[in-house]
């Protein structure tokens, strides 16, 4: 059984930093691209960035370039988003996702095998 567990989120100022973790089991976490998601409210869940199997890769939407970094730890199995310079439209769900395959510009969430239950991200102004 394929587990996504984020933790991290909460509640921050404009301009403040969190940092998700995503914890991963039930695969081997080496061979999955890893993306982050994030929904607001009223809207489609939106791509915010994905890394490579190794980690060398990542890439990003353009409106969270310079202030997210994704990283990923695969002896811990675990994922990270630093968020730095957070804004208030930054609000939202923030979820983990994985898929098979080295491709990291995928943005489309159907083309991700598996999901996290999310962790909400609320930036005040």
């Known amino acids: 059984q394929v587990q996504l567990v984020e933790s991290g989120g909460g509640l921050v100022q404009a301009g403040g930093s969190l940092r998700l973790s995503c914890a991963a089991s039930g695969r081997t976490f080496s061979r999955d691209v890893m993306a982050w998601f994030r929904q607001a409210p009223g809207k489609e869940r939106e791509f915010v960035g994905a890394i490579s199997r190794s980690g060398k890769n990542t890439y990003y939407t353009d409106s969270v370039k310079g202030r997210f970094t994704i990283s990923r730890d695969n002896a811990k199995n675990t994922v990270y988003l630093q968020m730095d310079s957070l804004q208030p439209e930054d609000t939202a769900v923030y979820y983990c996702?994985?898929?098979?395959?080295?491709?990291?510009?995928?943005?489309?969430?159907?083309?991700?095998?598996?999901w996290g239950q999310g962790t909400q991200v609320t930036v005040s102004s």
């Open positions: 996702s994985a898929r098979s395959g080295t491709a990291i510009e995928v943005v489309t969430p159907i083309r991700y095998d598996y």
